[in-house]
């Protein structure tokens, strides 16, 4: 049956027709937040302009697209370099970048508020086990792809004066100090709890005087003097102005719908990362190695 051009939201039963699919997987695709579909009194409502969007896109592999919302890890590399593409678009298309946290990030991928997430979430020892696992938590990650971002230095941060503190650091420094958490599912917080495990220190030990959103924020804690330490990446301290102790090298990696792998501005993302100009960026920001960017880790399926 033919759709009604002006009709602006179909039913799941409308929709089943207009895809040739039976009800029971539109259903499913809706629950799964594939296609862009609204519940209202209990019942699905899809939006024509959407659904056809999605066709679109679908068919294309994300080739036709006119713009790209990257959320989840906060890392100042990454958003210079949205920064840049957005610079060079001459408005003709929107690439944005909104710092939420891995798992949050994760959530808006699944429910499709966003097409790319970016993920630090490996363990001290460099593997990607627990990711994958994380990953695979999500109803819809058989969509999924992971591509390698970049690797880049994690570790404390800390004001420059109080940089002999850790000369000889022992647990009675640790927690004789003010601290500053990330939010519950960032990645940084999951770092800094496996820090402290191999430390043998117990976290609820700690004196935690704010919970910061974003890397930055939790810099400018310790660079105000509101906080004394803090775990983040080597580049934020850096431009902070803090001393910064290192712990480890973890790979920030992007999370992605297979299709949005083809999308031009992801791809003229990944070339920008592999350019020499980038390189010198990210000696200048620091903490960063630029040397696997775009390799694909893991499919879903």
Not at 11 to 24: F, G, I, R
Not at 102 to 119: E, H, P, W
Not at 163 to 191: E, M
């Amino acid at each position: 049956m033919p759709i009604d051009s002006s009709i602006i939201y179909m039913s799941t039963k409308q929709v089943a027709e207009y895809l040739d699919l039976n009800e029971k997987k539109v259903y499913s695709m809706a629950n799964q937040r594939i296609l862009p579909a609204t519940k209202v009194t209990g019942k699905w409502l899809f939006p024509k302009v959407l659904i056809d969007r999605w066709l679109m896109d679908s068919c294309h592999s994300g080739m036709l697209s006119d713009r790209m919302h990257i959320t989840g890890s906060d890392d100042p590399l990454l958003s210079m370099l949205v920064a840049q593409l957005m610079s060079e678009g001459e408005h003709q298309e929107i690439i944005s970048y909104s710092a939420t946290g891995s798992k949050s990030g994760l959530t808006l991928l699944s429910r499709g508020y966003a097409d790319v997430c970016s993920i630090h979430w490996e363990s001290q020892h460099g593997s990607r086990d627990s990711l994958y696992n994380l990953l695979k938590s999500y109803p819809n990650h058989q969509q999924w792809i992971l591509v390698s971002g970049f690797e880049r230095h994690q570790g404390l941060m800390v004001r420059q004066e109080m940089t002999s503190l850790f000369d000889n650091v022992n647990q009675g420094t640790l927690q004789s100090l003010r601290w500053v958490s990330r939010q519950k599912g960032a990645g940084s917080q999951l770092h800094l709890e496996q820090w402290l495990t191999q430390q043998h220190i117990n976290i609820n030990e700690l004196l935690f005087t704010a919970t910061a959103k974003s890397e930055r924020e939790l810099a400018a804690y310790i660079a105000r003097n509101n906080a004394d330490i803090g775990f983040g990446c080597q580049a934020v301290a850096v431009e902070s102005g803090l001393h910064f102790i290192p712990q480890l090298t973890e790979s920030f990696d992007f999370v992605m719908s297979q299709s949005i792998f083809f999308r031009r501005q992801l791809q003229a993302l990944l070339t920008l990362l592999n350019q020499p100009q980038t390189t010198q960026l990210a000696n200048l920001l620091s903490g960063y190695q630029l040397t696997k960017s775009g390799e694909l880790l893991w499919r879903g399926q």
